[in-house]
Nanobody
Framework: EVQVVESGGGLVQPGGSLRLSCAAS????????IAWFHQAPGKEREGLVC????????DYADSVKGRFTISTDNAKNTVYLQMNNLKPEDTGVYYC??????????????WGQGTQVTVSS
């Protein structure tokens, strides 16, 4: 089955950093892109990043551009989201997903379970 599992959330102070992991199984990064979403309390789920290995393309939402970066460990089938200079508004649940997101409307094949990030002093 196509499956992704995210981890690495926690409590961090404003200006701090955190690295989230998205472990993939049942597919390769040539089959689906990996997308990251953020859902702040009381708000709609928002797409943040679309990483397509086969296209060699990573797209970032304006809200995280310059602060968040993608890296990969292909041997572990894992994608990492490095989150720097975190702000209180970054608080919320982060989801990774196997997706098609490099063109047209984003469509999700499989969602991760979500991991909580809290940015507070």
């Amino acid at each position: 089955e196509v499956q992704v599992v995210e981890s690495g959330g926690g409590l961090v102070q404003p200006g701090g950093s955190l690295r989230l992991s998205c472990a993939a199984s049942g597919f390769t990064f040539d089959d689906y892109a990996i997308a990251w979403f953020h859902q702040a309390p009381g708000k709609e789920r928002e797409g943040l990043v679309c990483f397509s290995q086969i296209l060699g393309r990573t797209d970032y939402a304006d809200s995280v551009k310059g602060r968040f970066t993608i890296s990969t460990d292909n041997a572990k089938n894992t994608v990492y989201l490095q989150m720097n200079n975190l702000k209180p508004e970054d608080t919320g649940v982060y989801y990774c997903a196997a997706a098609h997101c490099s063109w047209g409307p984003w469509t999700v094949r499989s969602w991760g379970q979500g991991t909580q990030v809290t940015v507070s002093s």
